[in-house]
């Protein structure tokens, strides 16, 4: 069946989509250039990598203690004596996010692969039966037709009495056209609009709204049905995930850094930037405590980050508009907790890696991670325990961070009965305030890589790309483009980017639709 399905697919175009050739533009431009990367997260180093392979000086600003970013590890020593790698609850790379695995492949030369198959995932419900996405076939048009036999939340009749138009929305994503008509909606109101049953809109759509950081009542719905658009609809790699078996420091972070450093980047953690100006174009002063100069600058933190400098730099703002809203409005996502617990025994042998909850009190992600991560196997072996690690997106401004994590873990003991007898051997919880934002009417002023101040480049996962992306593929695409437009202007190879599809399956059926009736109300066309 898969290899039928990606037959299958490839005859209906669902194939790796080459949003940017390679191309050398002209001869190298004589003359040094030094550029400063603001961000050593998936962007920057993305950025740095195309840049540094070239030949261009490069200096990293991270403000962290280490690279990483939204990747980004770090120690912490149990009661137990252990000392474990915590992340930021970002677990595994899909495979269609093709720019990052092209990063990775940098430090993973040899014959043994860096990334594994993550094994299954199910989204469960209080209410409802299961559903497993990963066990469909992994390319359109079967992949969407399997859904909809399989799934116990779509009925034919249900389907009968839903919104076409609304529907047709969905599977003819066509960048234009739906940030025109649905940028305005709430991905709520969206989902309210295709008249499906509340367990259809829970099990198969909150998900993706819940799994971008983001709450479906402020998230636009021209972002969900990208999202939709470039994780299911559009993909011809599936929804199983990879990832290493080691935490993500030693396998990614310390061996891309030394690949970065053999090459003569300078990488200065603990550094973050705070201002960067210019008195003329090429001349870039960028502020950390002390001042680096340079001819371009790549502003590749997170949102918030990225906002607080921009705001800070006026400068920088005065002459684009997009800028200037950034620095006004942070377009970061509401907050979002992460709680890890080393618990005293073990869950049962048929609880999956990975579990969405799909009508969360709170709770909205189930990771086992001894079942898959070697440092957690390893305490595993040892002492018995698990190791479980419990997300909650959306969630309320000022939120505590421990209190959160209780409040997961009973919900938990509600949802899987044979967690209530495990006690607690340790604890980490945090909140996060980093996600980016994709609020209701906001893609008109979203920047893109390219700006309107020379010089000043931008790339992360809150930057717009003319093809479709999200999340890690997002920051690791517009990195890559970071370094392609400083590239494009000097002479040097330019490196690929790659991505799905950029138009829904039906895309064509929308547009003749859409011309058959003129005056239908935006938001359901």
Known sequence: ????????????GMRPYLASAPAAMHDPVPGRLRVVVAGGGIAGASATVVLTERGIPVVVCEA?????GHLGTHPRTLLDGTVPWIDHGLHGFFRQYYNWRQ????ISPGPAPLLHPLGSYSVISARWPDEQFDRLPPAPPLSILALAHRSLSLRLRELARADHAVGLSMLGFDADQTYAHLDQLSAEQLLAALRLLERARVMLFNVFAHSSFNDSASMSAAELVAMFHFYFLANPEGL?????????????????????????????TGTPVTAIDGNRPGHWRVHTGDTLTAEEEVLA????????ILAASPRATASDQRLAAVA???????PYAVARYWLDGDVRPERVPFTSIADPSVLDLVTLYHRFEAGARSWHERTGGSVVELHAYACPPGADATNLGATMLAELGRLWPDTRRLRQV???CQVGTDAAGFPVGGHATTPDVRTAVPGLILAGDWVAT??????????????????NTILAARGPRTEPVWSVPPRGILSRQRAAAMRRRPAQPAGVR
């Open 301 to 308: 933190t997170h949102a918030g980050t990225a906002a607080r």
């Open 240 to 268: 199983g995930m990879d990832a290493p078996h080691a935490d993500y420091y030693t396998p990614i972070w310390a061996p891309l850094r030394r690949y970065l450093e053999q090459r003569g980047v300078q990488i200065r």
């Open 103 to 106: 990063i990775l492949r940098r």
């Open 328 to 334: 006004a409005q942070v377009r970061t996502g509401p």
């Open 64 to 68: 962290a203690g280490r690279l990483g």
């Open 466 to 483: 003319p093809f479709p992306s999200a999340l890690t593929q997002r920051a690791a695409a517009t990195g890559i483009s970071a370094a």
């Open 1 to 12: 069946m898969v290899l039928v399905s990606r037959l299958v697919g490839r005859m209906a």
């Open 426 to 428: 340790d604890q980490y």
